[in-house]
Nanobody, 116 residues
């Protein structure tokens, strides 16, 4: 059984910062990759950033140099530090865990709203 819980969303002005957290509990296997995705109203779900168990990271072009993904493997926690936020970053942000069995688990999401 895997549980994924996101936190840290909220309302911020353009240029501000937020830090999202994704805490996972996994009882069978281990976490291979953790990714942050976002979905704005009327738009598709897009990858924002992900990080492997080895620490390799990947970012969407739109957030490079503004967002940083990091992890604490011992705590199964991943953070997404978001700086220089823009109104177009407004979305529901979801955390996805991929286990070493290649099963995927999603959190319920956290709302990020950036006002202009």
């Amino acid at each position: 059984q895997v549980q994924v819980v996101e936190s840290g969303g909220g309302l911020v002005q353009a240029g501000g910062s937020l830090r999202l957290s994704c805490a996972a509990s996994i009882t069978v296997g281990s976490i291979l990759t953790t990714g942050w995705y976002r979905q704005a109203p009327g738009k598709q779900l897009d990858l924002v950033a992900d990080i492997t168990s080895g620490g390799n990271t990947n970012y969407a072009e739109s957030v490079k140099d503004r967002f940083t993904i990091s992890r604490d493997g011992a705590k199964n926690t991943v953070w997404l530090q978001m700086n220089s936020l823009k109104p177009e970053d407004t979305a529901v942000y979801y955390c996805k865990i991929t286990s070493d069995w290649l099963d995927s688990y999603w959190g319920r999401g956290t709302q990020v709203t950036v006002s202009s």
